[in-house]
């Protein structure tokens, strides 16, 4: 798969998140108004390989939401 450079991969895959990896999460009580969290990901919790609302994952810190974006990766120097 080839991500053009600014765009985001897609959140309802399980194989395009990683653990360490920088997503923009929907937690529960936010889905009506769909205000995002950003965070680092510190485990995956959805089993199933994709899910239509988004992987679920726990952030650093614990907070859990599904995932609506992906950061793509920083090109450090």
Not at 6 to 23: F, Y
Not at 48 to 55: F, K, M
């Amino acid at each position: 798969m080839i991500i053009r450079e600014g765009a985001t991969m897609d959140g309802t895959v399980r194989n395009n998140i990683k653990i360490g990896t920088r997503v923009q999460v929907v937690q529960k009580q936010d889905q009506r108004t769909g205000k995002l969290t950003e965070g680092i990901v510190m485990r995956i919790l959805t089993n199933s390989q994709n899910h239509p609302r988004g992987i679920k994952v726990m952030l650093e810190g614990g907070t859990v939401g599904r995932v609506q974006h992906i950061s793509p990766t920083d090109n450090k120097k």
